[in-house]
């Protein structure tokens, strides 16, 4: 009868394959990342800590910047399905963000460009756009749009909306 039960216990915890090992690293170590792309105060960071709920991502007050260099974040912590990049904002006074773009092009494999609903002087971004299409590194990218609940009228969301859109199409 022993014998049954050692036969289930093995059938029920075989022992590691190496190569399913081996696929597990190379996915930790390969995590999709989703870079987040925008002026300061567009909502990049608090974006990242609503999806996470991860109450460790300080956020900033309207346009004054919290975050002072491009950061990781793993999500979720403990087994990692997924990783954000969150950068400065563009527009920064004496600011140079050509070296913190290289960095994250060559870790991300999306571009999210976030975007203030009122916020129409996009010049930064859209520059910073060029340049990531012209590396080719990144071929993915969406436009979100933020602050929407912040215009009350609705012609003047929809106009707003519409201005964005065709500002990165």
Request: net charge negative; glycine share 4%; proline share 4%.
């Amino acid at each position: 009868m022993s014998s049954f039960f050692s036969r289930v216990v093995k059938t029920l915890n075989p022992d590691p394959d190496p190569e399913i090992s081996a696929a597990f690293t190379y996915a930790e170590q390969h995590l999709p990342t989703l870079w987040l792309l925008g002026k300061t105060g567009a909502g990049k960071s608090t974006l990242i800590k609503t999806l996470t709920g991860d109450s460790q991502i300080e956020i900033g007050r309207g346009f004054k910047p919290c975050t002072q260099t491009a950061a990781q974040y793993n999500f979720p912590h403990a087994k990692p399905l997924l990783s954000f990049l969150d950068t400065k904002g563009l527009a920064e006074a004496d600011y140079d963000a050509e070296e913190d773009i290289a960095w994250c092009a060559a870790r991300s494999h999306a571009l999210l460009l976030v975007v203030k609903i009122d916020e129409t002087d996009q010049s930064q971004l859209l520059n910073a756009l060029k340049s990531i299409q012209q590396s080719a590194k990144i071929t993915q990218a969406s436009l979100l749009i933020t602050g929407i609940d912040q215009v009350t009228d609705a012609q003047e969301q929809a106009r707003l909306i519409s201005y964005q859109q065709q500002q990165f199409a």
